[in-house]
Structures are given as structure tokens and as C-alpha cells.
């Protein structure tokens, strides 16, 4: 399968702080996705981004697949950011077809 | 639209007994994954359904799980008999195609005593 590798695994913050949270994965890829679990357990897809760069409010992401990375950007920071944040990457290729590949994610603290 | 619904939210069970977990994918969706979490595995794919058919089975476990989708509005994880070493969040999530966002249900938390 595909290695999917976070950094850093752990991030403390105080709130109004900015961060960048890295993915590395180790095989080309066409589905790239970013979630936040929050502290009561729930999966929000965050974004959807095989490539290129998106912006939501103050997150960001930008993938660069020939590069084989990806990186997201908390800007501002709130203690309602808190929680774990997962990168996922696929491919459409043999075995790996249809799959998401987790990575181990990176608990962001944010303090008040 | 209601998200993808699972239920039950929480299961207590003790060992040997059978445990179903349910999920309902958002209408539209034709991909569907049963993914299970833990602190030692993290975010584990057990199956996963493209159009109702069963496409990769491979992160079963053992013979003890096993999983359905009679249609496209709902699927079961089935497992019997339960062990403790079950014990895990189980996430069901659904796509539009297995190339896009997936949207994952709130969990089932299954306890096996």
C-alpha cells in the first residue's frame, strides 16, 4: 500500500498562532483528503485536494503530487481547532484502487 | 441531507456475542467504506462497497467479520463471535465514486467485555 507519513505529531499552540501541517506519501496519487476529528471523535472531510491549492476560511491546503506532499495551514488559530488532523491519499491503480490510505495524524492543541 | 447515519452510536457487549453495526450513506453516494480506529492501528480499512458490490475485503480481520449492502441506502459489519480485541470505533464513510471526499458517519464505539 501506500506510506503515508504526518508531521509533526504533535503541535501546541496559543491561540491567534499560525501552523503548517506536512503529509508525505510515498507513491504517485489521485485522491488527497484532509480531515479534522474533533475532540468527541468526528471525521470532518476538510478538503479535497489531489493538487493545486484551496482556501477555506483560515485553513488552506496545496498539494504538490509530483513532489509527493501536501501541506495545510491553520491560520489564526482557535481553541475550536483542537483535535487531530488526517491526511488520506488514493490512487487509482491495481491493488490500491478505491482505497484511502490514513496517515497517523497531528494532535493540534490550541490554547486559550 | 442527514449525513451518513450510523447507529448504534455505542455498543457494550460481552465476549462471544454477535454485534451489528448499521449505516445509512447519503442517497446519491455509490461507494462505501467500514474503516475501524484505534490507538494502537489508527484508521484501519476493513471493506469497502462500490455500487453495492463488495470490492476489497482485504482489512477483514478474520472470519469472525463479515459485511453486507443488500442496497444502496444501507449496509451491516457484522461480527460473531465478538472478542475483546474488537474493541475499536468502527466509521462508516460513503463517496460519490471512490475518487472523491468521503463524508464519515459519528461512529459506532464498541466495547467487548
Known amino acids: 500500500g501506500i506510506q503515508v507519513e504526518q508531521s509533526p505529531p504533535d503541535l501546541i499552540l496559543q491561540e491567534g498562532a499560525n501552523s503548517t501541517l506536512r503529509c508525505n506519501f510515498s507513491d504517485s496519487v489521485n485522491n488527497l483528503q484532509w480531515f479534522h476529528q474533533n475532540p468527541w471523535g468526528q471525521l470532518i472531510n476538510l478538503f479535497y485536494i489531489p493538487s493545486g491549492t484551496k482556501q477555506n476560511g483560515r485553513l488552506s491546503a496545496t498539494t504538490v503530487a509530483t513532489e509527493r506532499y501536501s501541506l495545510l495551514y491553520i491560520s489564526s488559530s482557535q481553541t475550536t481547532d483542537s483535535g487531530v488532523y488526517f491526511c488520506?491519499?488514493?490512487?487509482?491503480?491495481?491493488?490500491?484502487?478505491?482505497?484511502?490510505?490514513f496517515g497517523r495524524g497531528t494532535q493540534l492543541t490550541v490554547w486559550p | 441531507d442527514a449525513g451518513v447515519i450510523q447507529s448504534p452510536r455505542h455498543e457494550v457487549t460481552e465476549m462471544g456475542q454477535e454485534v451489528t453495526l448499521r449505516c445509512k450513506p447519503i442517497?446519491?453516494?455509490?461507494?462505501l467504506f467500514w474503516y475501524r480506529q484505534t490507538m494502537m492501528r489508527g484508521l484501519e480499512l476493513l471493506i469497502y462497497?462500490?455500487?453495492?458490490?463488495?470490492?476489497?475485503d482485504s482489512g477483514m480481520p478474520e472470519d469472525r467479520f463479515s459485511a453486507k449492502m443488500p442496497n444502496a441506502s444501507f449496509s451491516t459489519l457484522k461480527i460473531q463471535p465478538s472478542e475483546p480485541r474488537d474493541s475499536a470505533v468502527y466509521f462508516c464513510?460513503?463517496?460519490?465514486?471512490?475518487?472523491?471526499?468521503?463524508?464519515f458517519g459519528s461512529g459506532t464505539r464498541l466495547t467487548v467485555v
Open positions: 442517497s446519491g453516494h455509490n461507494s
Open positions: 488520506a491519499v488514493g490512487s487509482d491503480r491495481g491493488s490500491t484502487l478505491g482505497r484511502l490510505y
Open positions: 462497497f462500490n455500487n453495492n458490490v463488495p470490492i476489497d
Open positions: 464513510a460513503s463517496s460519490l465514486t471512490g475518487t472523491y471526499g468521503y463524508t
